[in-house]
């Protein structure tokens, strides 16, 4: 079966650099990112639902991006430091998966925990001011009538706090979350040193449902990339 080869392909000239993972399953994709990449961490649990509101004032769900891989963080617009570098970050991987047919397998989700300040117009000039792609890229904020903290607690059920003060600035980690197209948690990469090709590699693999259990005798995803070079 040759249908998942023009993905894997595009991805594996793009990171041409990096010698293919050989793994015959995600269990082993991720134990060899853990001894390559020291802020990857392997997950497995069910994604936290939201209704949320986009830059348009659309309200959003989480079941809008099932059959996706979906890359997904919080920042919030005013954070003078961390934030807009993890935006960039994003923004780098989304370049490098938007140059494979990946483009419209993947989507990029940036949740503000700041609704009250971030408003439509100041998340889509945040996203241009970031290099972000509306192609396969949201912005997204809490709906109207829900409370000023709502995507921290969001945050919060992703394993991340954002801590306000009396300033308004925020406390928090930096974490990018990848999440299968069933919507399970399957990936953290944890602060802005990562490797971006291991999180484009891990993407690559999710989109060509590594994380699915292969019949007895039937060949890998990295076996069938492997036998095409």
Not at 48 to 72: C, E, I, S, Y
Not at 80 to 90: F, G, K, T
Not at 98 to 108: A, L, S
């Amino acid at each position: 079966m040759r249908t998942l080869l023009p993905v894997a392909l595009a991805s594996a000239l793009v990171l041409a650099t990096v010698p293919p993972a050989l793994a015959h399953s995600l269990q082993e994709l991720n134990e060899e990112l853990k001894s390559s990449e020291q802020y990857f961490q392997p997950v497995d649990s069910a994604t936290p639902d939201f209704t949320l509101q986009d830059a348009d004032g659309h309200l959003v769900r989480w079941a809008d991006f099932r059959g996706k891989v979906v890359v997904l963080h919080f920042i919030y617009t005013n954070c003078p430091d961390v934030c807009p570098l993890h935006a960039e970050r994003i923004a780098q991987i989304q370049s490098m998966v938007n140059q494979t047919p990946m483009k419209d397998k993947v989507e990029f989700i940036t949740i503000t925990t700041d609704p009250k300040r971030d408003t439509g117009e100041v998340l889509r000039s945040y996203g241009k001011a970031h290099s972000l792609t509306s192609t396969n890229w949201v912005f997204l904020t809490a709906p109207n009538g829900a409370s000023d903290d709502a995507t921290r607690k969001l945050a919060e059920a992703y394993g991340l706090k954002f801590t306000q003060d009396a300033d308004g600035m925020q406390m928090h980690g930096v974490v990018t979350h990848v999440i299968d197209q069933d919507g399970r948690l399957r990936a953290r990469f944890h602060g802005l040193q990562f490797d971006p090709t291991n999180l484009v590699v891990y993407i690559n693999a999710l989109v060509n449902h590594i994380q699915v259990p292969h019949e007895h005798g039937e060949p890998s995803f990295w076996d069938r990339l492997k036998a095409w070079f």
